[in-house]
């Protein structure tokens, strides 16, 4: 009972961390803060017995640095270490697996790889709120209600989110005319 109660306070750090990472208008500071989300998500999600959810968010912290180098040059992210991540992802699923909600995580992970291997930010904001959503039923499933809370401000976060960003780009067209 003390790891759920721990746990759920772990949550709310990582939700609120998380919810504002989609904030951020450039994709390395997205990725750094969500990094540091992913750190809380781990240990919450251990600390649950949720562990294939854990170790997806040890190697999203992993993808995130990696990525993050390439970002921070304003380099393309290299296909073969987009692949590397998602094999790697694959193989800790394969031997994480318990049961089909275990490829919950996996699946996600491979998404959050895919999106976070474009350059442009919005895809990757389009692909945090989609992921957001199949956190959702995960967490509901494993009693993290605080993150079902979270994951409900993630998808609210991504769309305000994008609506600012949108608006940000109208209003520099009329300004540049």
């Not at 721990?6 to 990725?31: D, E, N, P």
Request: hydrophobic content about 50%.
């Amino acid at each position: 009972m003390k790891n759920v109660l721990y746990a759920q306070l772990i949550s709310i750090f990582a939700m609120l961390t998380i919810s504002f990472s989609v904030q951020c208008r450039k994709k390395k500071h997205m990725m750094m803060v969500q990094s540091f989300a992913h750190m809380l998500y781990a240990f919450q999600y251990a600390l649950l017995g949720a562990f294939s959810a854990a170790y997806m968010d040890i190697i999203a912290v992993l993808r995130n640095l990696l990525f993050y180098k390439y970002d921070k040059n304003r380099k393309q992210i290299p296909i073969f270490l987009s692949i590397s991540v998602i094999i790697l992802t694959l193989l800790v699923g394969y031997f994480s697996y318990n049961n089909i909600l275990s490829l919950f995580p996996v699946i996600i992970a491979i998404l959050y790889t895919i999106g976070a291997s474009f350059k442009d930010p919005k895809v990757y904001k389009y692909v945090f709120g989609f992921c957001a959503i199949g956190w959702l039923f995960y967490n509901f499933r494993f009693k993290a209600y605080v993150c079902v809370i979270g994951n409900i401000m993630e998808v609210v976060s991504t769309i305000i989110a994008l609506i600012r960003e949108n608006k940000y780009k109208r209003n520099n067209k009329k300004r540049n005319k």
